[in-house]
């Protein structure tokens, strides 16, 4: 109904628009017809002239023949008589002056009424029809107007070979003709054969009767005229842009449509026929459609980048999981993690790297997930977890586990990529007892995060944060490591016997220690979390080997402690080969501190890089002994020369009985094993004597030096030889 209405309002402004079209139309063609008409007026005079200057030449001729004016008489009598196509002849006479003195219609001017007399004064009487006779009369001849159509035609008619073959016959002259063309017009060439030669040469129409015509108006466009026109093409163009919308629907709608039924109607049969063979039973198409819905629905669950879940099917798992948590008292983390520097990334090097980075996040998260956990991709840069919180306790350590399968540097496509991240964590129940608040309390972590220094936030249980400071240091420390923020100290480790230094052992430091008040060993925690520790300990060892060289001290020691994450990388020595090469330093120049809960963290893999560091010649101490329970089978296995009694039994020794009871046996049993003892943190004097009564063999620590900037080293060796100063303390 209202389609036809507008298709009616449509065709009414169609006409409308015809209608002043049409009368645009006439009255453009009115106004070129004036200038046309002037135009082809002209034309014909052109042609005319000559005519009439032929035609005066042979009527002069005429009239100058014997008995001419006579002759002359009757043979325009006799002429118009023959042709009727000729309507008028007016012969007029003129004055000395050369003005015409009468216009009198001659015999044979039949119907002179008709031929519009004031259009043939102002063009056509004249000039085009009117032949000077002689000074004194002037020959007009006009033909009849036919109307073709709305226009008016005037024919102006002259059979000249007529005429011609008249006068020779009257002048008693012969006339050859010769037909020519000329400039694309046909003439006529008359020539008279009485010796002195005269070329009349006469232009005419197709046919020698027709000398021209003149059409004397325009016909109007009529409205049909116009809208017949315009149908044709208003119809084309409807007809093409109905073909281009059926193209288009069929492409872009139909065919996706047909492929979908074909696929669903594919799926449907196949399972029917797996429900029961043979049997032949179509489906209901209302089945049919459910099964796809299915299938639709499951599209909409999944991310299309990293097939996690997306938010719909997370939201429903958690609110699951709270019912859960209700019935049987379970208790869940929700983590959001806010994916750092996928926008930079996406705008430098292509969103197909970012879609690479996402799916290497989501592999990590599903790989450091539990089967009880659920991962969702909520949008670009943001993920959901929700963990079952089995141990509270060990909850900060998953995380953190989770966060450093995150922020790792990744490879895409052959380049390396680091991602930052940060986490807002919030508990059911203790932070919310419904999935909107724990969503809200999760997303408040969030933004904490990403305010304050450590990516990792617990909605308000500020007891869970690892450490609020570490996150700045973090970024300081990648600077530090490019920039030389950091030295190293070197503390002597002095045999008790001798007073012979026996190595320094290479203490890290800021320069600046102002800038950063974190324990040396929190930011060495940070950086194996944050996978600096390799380029850190690079630089330990170059510096160290740096050192040694520099410094000229003949047989100088240095004592290099190793992180956990060193000892398992396989190429450790050969990055630490290529230091010593590099500064000339010995193997047996460079003592290696590993603790004792390295070791038995993972000892297989530790043994096999400790083995190589041994066989390459390099000295193996194990550092904090007595702390953790290193098995005394891994100590025989490793290429170990020294164990470091830790500072906690040895500074309280003299007061503890305990500490030097342990501080005792640890003695014994390092010399059972053929080991030498190192007691680190001797403080006292009292504690130096208590250890040299034990047969400890090195002692380090404040009473002997506090570690030393590599520039005071020298002076240490000038004094250090002398037993009575390590007696006095320094
Ligand atoms: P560590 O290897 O057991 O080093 C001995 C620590 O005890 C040093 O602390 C040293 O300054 C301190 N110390 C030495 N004598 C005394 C003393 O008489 N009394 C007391 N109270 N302390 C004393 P620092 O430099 O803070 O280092 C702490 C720990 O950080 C080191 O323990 C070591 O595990 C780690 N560390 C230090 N520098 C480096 C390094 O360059 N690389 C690695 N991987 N770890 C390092
Ligand atoms: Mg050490
Ligand atoms: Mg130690």
């Not at 904490?448 to 240091?473: C, L, N």
């Not at 050192?547 to 396989?570: C, T, W, Y």
């Not at 040895?650 to 030097?660: E, F, G, H, L």
Request: proline letters at 4%.
């Amino acid at each position: 109904m209202l389609l036809s209405a507008f298709a009616l309002l449509m065709f009414l402004l169609w006409s409308l628009s015809l209608m002043v079209l049409v009368d645009r139309q006439n009255q453009q063609n009115a106004a070129s017809y004036r200038q046309n008409l002037h135009g082809q007026i002209l034309q014909l005079q052109q042609k005319q002239q000559l005519w009439l200057q032929s035609q005066h030449y042979l009527l002069n001729t005429l009239v100058e023949s014997p008995g001419g004016d006579s002759k002359f008489q009757s043979f325009l009598w006799d002429y118009y008589q023959r042709n009727p196509s000729i309507w008028a002849v007016n012969l007029i006479e003129f004055d000395p002056d050369g003005n015409p003195v009468s216009r009198s219609s001659k015999p044979g001017c039949r119907q002179p009424g008709q031929l519009h007399r004031s259009n043939f004064d102002d063009y056509l009487v004249p000039v085009i029809t009117s032949c000077r006779i002689d000074d004194k009369a002037l020959l007009e001849i006009a033909g009849p107007v036919t109307t073709e159509g709305n226009a008016r035609v005037l024919l102006l008619s002259m059979d000249y070979f007529d005429f011609l073959s008249e006068f020779s016959a009257l002048s008693g002259r012969r006339l050859q003709r010769a037909a020519d063309f000329e400039g694309g017009v046909q003439y006529h060439e008359f020539g008279l054969n009485d010796g002195d030669l005269v070329r009349v040469v006469l232009p005419i129409g197709e046919t020698s009767s027709v000398f021209g015509e003149i059409h004397l108006g325009v016909k109007p466009m009529s409205f049909w005229e116009l809208f017949e026109l315009q149908s044709v093409i208003v119809l084309t163009v409807l007809v093409a842009a109905v073909v281009l919308v059926l193209l288009l629907l069929h492409f872009n709608l139909i065919r996706p449509l047909l492929d979908l039924a074909e696929k669903m109607q594919f799926a449907a049969n196949s399972q029917q026929q797996s429900a029961g063979e043979g049997r032949a039973e179509v489906r209901p198409g209302l089945q049919v459609m459910q099964d796809a819905f299915h299938v639709l629905q499951k599209m909409a669950k999944r991310d299309p980048v990293t097939g996690l879940n997306n938010r719909v099917i997370f939201e429903d798992r958690l609110l699951q999981a709270i019912r859960e948590g209700k019935r049987s008292g379970r208790r869940y983390a929700l983590v959001l993690i806010d994916v750092q520097g996928l926008d930079s990334f996406a705008w430098q090097r292509g969103q197909y790297i970012v879609d690479a980075l996402l799916r290497q996040v989501a592999d990590g998260l599903r790989e450091s997930l539990r089967e009880s956990d659920h991962v969702a991709r909520f949008e670009r840069n943001l993920f959901a977890l929700l963990l079952e919180v089995q141990q509270r306790d060990q909850l900060n350590t998953l995380v953190e586990k989770i966060y450093l399968s995150v922020v790792r540097p990744y490879q895409v496509f052959g380049r390396e990529f680091e991602l930052n991240a940060f986490f807002g964590v919030a508990l059911y129940p203790e932070h919310a007892a419904d999935a909107d608040v724990l969503y809200q309390h999760a997303s408040d972590a969030v933004v904490k995060a990403e305010h304050s220094e450590w990516p990792i936030q617990y909605f308000r249980d500020a007891d869970d944060v690892t450490d609020t400071t570490g996150f700045s240091m973090i970024q300081s420390l990648r600077s530090a490591i490019d920039n030389e923020e950091l030295k190293l100290m070197y503390q002597p480790v002095v045999d008790l016997k001798s007073y012979q230094t026996v190595y320094l052992e290479a203490l890290l430091r800021w320069r600046d220690p102002d800038k950063h008040d974190l324990p040396i060993e929190q930011t060495i925690r940070l950086a194996e979390q944050n996978h600096l520790i390799k380029p850190l300990t690079n630089w330990i060892f170059e510096t160290a080997c740096r050192f040694v060289s520099e410094s000229g001290i003949e047989g100088l020691a240095v004592g290099i402690n190793l992180s956990m994450i060193d000892l398992h990388d396989r190429r450790l020595p050969e990055r630490i080969e290529t230091q010593l090469r590099r500064y000339q330093v010995r193997p047996s120049q460079i003592v290696i501190e590993i603790t004792e809960g390295q070791i038995m963290q993972d000892p297989k893999e530790v043994i096999e890089v400790l083995a190589h560091l041994g066989v390459m010649g390099l000295s193996l101490s194990i550092d904090d002994f007595g702390t953790g329970q290193a098995s005394l089978t891994y100590l025989k296995e490793l290429p170990v020369e020294k164990l470091k009694i830790d500072q906690s039994f040895v500074r309280d020794m003299a007061t503890n009985p305990d500490d030097q009871l342990i501080v005792r046996a640890t003695i014994e049993l390092a010399h059972t094993l053929d080991l030498k003892v190192v007691a680190e943190g001797v403080e006292t004097l009292v504690a130096c004597d208590l250890l040299s009564e034990m047969d400890c063999d090195h002692v380090q620590g404040y009473y002997i030096s506090h570690p030393l900037e590599a520039k005071q080293v020298a002076t240490w060796f000038e004094t250090s030889v002398k037993p009575d100063l390590v007696r006095k303390g320094r």
